[in-house]
């Protein structure tokens, strides 16, 4: 078996693999160390012209090498914070409102793209399969193809694929199609996501879709393939168990003083919907005086790509909305929103949601929300809390056993928290096995596993 080389935006550290990070790194880390292999890509850094072209920086770590190159100021702006993080991310997040298209930062993510591609190649032996991940590297096979490279590349869309109406409001949308045609996989979170790949390539690109997802397009064939993202939920359980007596845990419930708690946690982005999942609580209190003193909504949500506009301006609104809400519903020794915006080590988020009646989990689009996972994993079975869950989040495909809202109805999604709040415990029981059964179903080692296996096996050389 070849080695497995993956590519990502950022590189996660040799610590945050060793599992008290979780998630993907950890799911990601276990299928490197079983093949050995490379996992590239940025470190994080911005640096000078001349370090960055002095990278990769070398990292071993058993049968795994750690492989990272700086950006320079220019790249940076350009590839990341400009067309990654605001051209694609919210036009694949449906917010083509917050959207802005800029030709210099197109020109620099594909240049970014292609200085990195060029970098791996050295890196690459002749049987090595390569994963690449996220919308950040969309023309990283053809860029890989371009420098001679023959090798399977499949490629794992971790945000939703829209619908050809929204993607076509950015210019180049069809050298984006045309460049992940150049892969030999693609995997996507969701059915929806597929279909809207796959209703681009047969209604505006003149390509063709087989029954068994195989695509013929801009002269290459590929496959496509639904690959849902999971979580290692037993993983998880214990580590919630572990550490529920812990002195924050402790704190947490005195400071409540027998109040219910709904717990929330989220990137600060505006695809996850806290504007709304706020006003969702202060329905709650409006229209459920006997609720008003007796539930706290605790919303952790650390900060991310604060240099980009649009993350300064929610972040504005939110503190907005919160300091709204609590001096309306505030008392002396009550406040009903938490809001903190800083970044808590996993296990002890883990120890919250054990803690708490409500999991609030509600964006407006989401390719499938880790979070909702994680919550249901971290539950008491005895006693379990109720996962409010967005139909728009990837998730609610699999999650039937949680009460699914609309987030764009305010008193459909109180109706929700009214129900979880008073829901018997026979089925609150009987909605967490239903849950549980899904995560364990598809763990992410099965999202893994599957995708690395089809990978595998597409035939050398049928892309071409
Ligand atoms: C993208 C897609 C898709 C959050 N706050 C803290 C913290 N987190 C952890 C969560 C969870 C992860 O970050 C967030 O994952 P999500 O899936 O919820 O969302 P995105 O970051 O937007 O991820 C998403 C995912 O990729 C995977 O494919 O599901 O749809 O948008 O694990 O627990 N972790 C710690 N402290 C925090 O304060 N330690």
């Not at 100021?73 to 067309?83: A, P, T």
């Not at 068994?212 to 214990?238: C, M």
Request: aromatic share 10%; hydrophobic share 40%.
């Amino acid at each position: 078996m070849g080695r497995l080389i993956v590519v990502s935006n950022r590189v996660a550290t040799p610590t945050e693999t060793k599992g008290s990070a979780g998630g993907l790194a950890v799911g990601v880390f276990g299928a490197l160390k079983d093949a050995g292999g490379v996992w590239f890509g940025w470190s994080g850094d911005v640096v000078s012209e001349t370090v960055a072209h002095a990278g990769p920086t070398i990292v071993h770590e058993g049968r795994v090498t750690f492989a990272t190159v700086g950006l320079t100021r220019k790249d940076y702006d350009q590839y990341y914070r400009g067309f990654s993080n605001a051209t694609l991310w919210p036009v694949f997040h449906y917010r083509n409102d917050l959207a802005r298209y800029e030709r210099d930062e197109y020109a620099g993510y594909r240049r970014v793209n292609a200085w990195l591609a060029h970098k791996l190649t050295r890196l690459l032996e002749p049987d090595d399969i390569i994963w690449v991940h996220d919308y950040h590297l969309i023309p990283f096979a053809e860029a890989l193809r371009a420098e001679g490279v023959t090798n399977r590349i499949g490629f794992f869309l971790h945000i939703p694929f829209p619908a050809p109406q929204i993607i076509f409001s950015i210019p180049p949308h069809e050298e984006l199609v045309k460049s992940l045609c150049c892969f030999d996989l693609l995997g996507f979170q969701t059915t929806t996501d597929q279909l809207a790949f796959h209703d681009y390539i047969t209604r505006h690109a003149r390509g063709t879709v087989s029954a068994d997802d195989r695509v013929e397009a801009f002269g290459r064939h590929l496959r496509t393939g639904v690959y849902r993202i999971g979580v290692f939920p037993d993983e998880i359980a214990e580590q919630a168990q572990r550490y529920e007596s812990r002195q924050h845990v402790l704190d947490l419930k005195q400071s409540l003083e027998g109040r219910k708690l709904i717990m929330s946690v989220d990137r600060l982005d505006y695809s996850k919907g806290l504007v709304e999942r706020f006003r969702a609580f202060e329905q709650l209190l409006e229209r459920s005086p006997e609720w008003r003193g007796n539930v706290t909504l605790v919303q952790i949500a650390p900060p991310t790509r604060s240099d980009v506009e649009t993350y300064q301006l929610i972040r504005q609104e939110l503190e907005g909305e919160a300091g709204r809400i609590n001096g309306r519903y505030s008392g002396l020794d009550y406040t009903p929103i938490r809001y903190l915006n800083q970044r808590y080590d996993r296990w002890k988020l883990m120890s919250l949601f054990r803690e708490s009646q409500i999991g609030f989990v509600t964006p407006l689009h989401d390719g499938m929300n880790l979070v909702a996972k994680e919550y249901v994993a971290a539950q008491n079975p005895d006693d379990p809390g109720v996962l409010v869950l967005s139909i728009f989040a990837g998730a609610a495909a699999e999650l039937s056993g949680s009460l699914l809202v609309n987030p764009h109805d305010a008193i459909g999604m109180c109706e929700a928290l009214q129900q979880a709040l008073s829901m018997p415990l026979k089925e609150r029981q009987r909605r967490h096995q239903v849950n549980m059964a899904a995560l364990r179903k598809n763990d992410l080692g099965v999202w893994r596993d599957s995708f690395l296996r089809d990978l595998r096996s597409v035939p050398v050389g049928e892309g071409h």
